[in-house]
Every structure is written in C-alpha cells, then in structure tokens.
C-alpha cells in the first residue's frame, strides 16, 4: 500500500513542482523555515497555523519549499505541497531506496535533519533530500531541501585567504564585526571563519557570535580532545589542518571534521570541513 502511495506522491508533487520551479533553496533556508513554522504553532496554535501551512499563496511557499506536520502515530496534519496527504497515516512510508523515514522523523526527540529521496520539483526525479524537523509537543514540523552538496577544502581555505585579506586591508575591529555579521560573506553551507586572538579568546566567529569571548584553551570535542589547544598550538603561517569531531549545524550529527588553521598577525583564522575522513587524516 505505502509503495502505491509513494508512487501517487510522486505524481502529484511533479505536476505541482512543474507550475511553480525556481531557484533551488538551501539547507539554512529550509531550517529558518522550519524554525519559523515551529514558533507559529507555538504562538498561534495548530489550526491557524495549518492554514497558513498550506497556503499556496503564503510566506511558507518559497522555491522548493514548503511545510510539513506529522502526528505522533504518522498521520499527515499539514503538506504545503500536496493537501491530499494531509489526514493520511504515513508512519509506513519509505522512499525509493527502502529507508523508513517517516518513522525517523518522528523519532526526532528535539530537532535534527533526516535524509531520504523524494520527488525534486524542480527536477521532476527522485533526489536526495534533507528535512529539519522540530518537535512541538506531540507533533513534529519540517521543511526539506535538496541536493545538499557540503563545502570542500579548497573552499575552506579560500574563505580563510578572504577573511586574511579583509583584516590586513580594514583593520581587527572592522573586519570581525563583519565576519560576526552573518551576511554571507564567511559562510557558505557548512563553511564558516572563525578567529582566535593573541591571548587564546575567541574574536570572531561568522556561524554563533555568542562563541566570541570563549577561551579556544578550554574548548573540547565530543571525545573531550582539545582541540582549541590544537588550534592554536599547531596553525602556521603556511596553514595546516587540525582533525577533531564536532556537532555539524546542518545534519545535528556528530561529524569528523578538519580546520585550515593560518597564523597570521598573532591570529589564528580558520575554517573546517565536515567529513567522513578529514584531509589531515593519516
């Protein structure tokens, strides 16, 4: 049954993909997104919020975005994309490869991302896919998007060069309060600058500003490394990558990652890379 219904999803969204294909939205776009949704249902409560949901004309229809609300036993309460799924019991739903990702959806305690395939809009074929889901109560929230690609090592060290060049042309204060501005220009995806001062603080850092101040001494990965201490203690002129597990902002995962560390005016600036095996691996 749940593979006929996956199969009248498919056709369903590809006529609706076809009217409306746009520019592709990103992972953070999907996430403010979801963020937005879930404070709706907090402020306003469900049922005005379905309805702005599944509004095709509303602020939750952007690109290839839209929102989506699963009860606790699977049961589809809104679908910005396709109202005939809203009322259906969906906790049995897999994609094309099998996995059941409706059941991991609402295993989310919290928030966090879930892959799977769906049927891309823009595309009309099944695609790898990305939703971030967000518990509010019994229900869970979630928007998707596609085709997540994460950046790459020479993309780190290219928005490690910019930001170097930055300081060196405006000046320290100017230059991280534009890295802290987060306007785009030191992030990108699961890309972001960071720096370290002379004395071991944190100065600047594109992704949470709230880090600033923090000690980069005393900060630990998830296996209790230092890898602030690495940081500082191994960054050279020429650069050099430093290997240490840390949360990805974009899956909710604990992900290997590795930092382009260059020292450069008694400053360390840096930006690292999720993945499976880091580039300073052995």
Known sequence: MFKILFQAVLVVLA????????????????????????????????????????????????????????????????????????????????????????????????????????????????????????????????????????????EAKTLVAHAIALYDRIGATEAFHRINAHDGDFMDRDLYVAVIGPSGLIVAQADDERRVGLDANAITDIDGKPYGRALIDQATADGAWIDYRRKDPLTGEIEAKSSWAVLHDHHIFLCGIYTPKTPGAK
């Open 15 to 154: 006529t609706v993909g076809a009217a409306g294909a746009a520019e592709r939205a990103t992972l953070q776009d999907a996430r403010a997104m979801a963020e937005r949704a879930a404070q709706l249902m907090h402020l306003s409560g469900p049922q005005m919020a379905y309805a702005a949901f599944n509004d095709k004309s509303g602020t939750f229809q952007n690109r290839d975005l839209y929102v989506f609300v699963l009860n606790k036993d699977g049961v589809m309460l809104a679908h910005g994309a396709d109202p005939s799924l809203i009322g259906r019991d969906l906790i049995g739903l897999k994609d094309v490869t099998g996995k059941p990702f409706v059941k991991e959806m609402l295993g989310i305690k919290d928030s966090g991302w879930v892959s799977y395939h769906w049927l891309d809009p823009l595309t009309r074929t099944v695609e790898p896919k990305t939703s971030y889901v967000i518990r509010v109560d019994d229900d869970v929230v979630g928007v998707g998007a596609y085709e997540f690609s994460r950046g790459s090592a020479e």
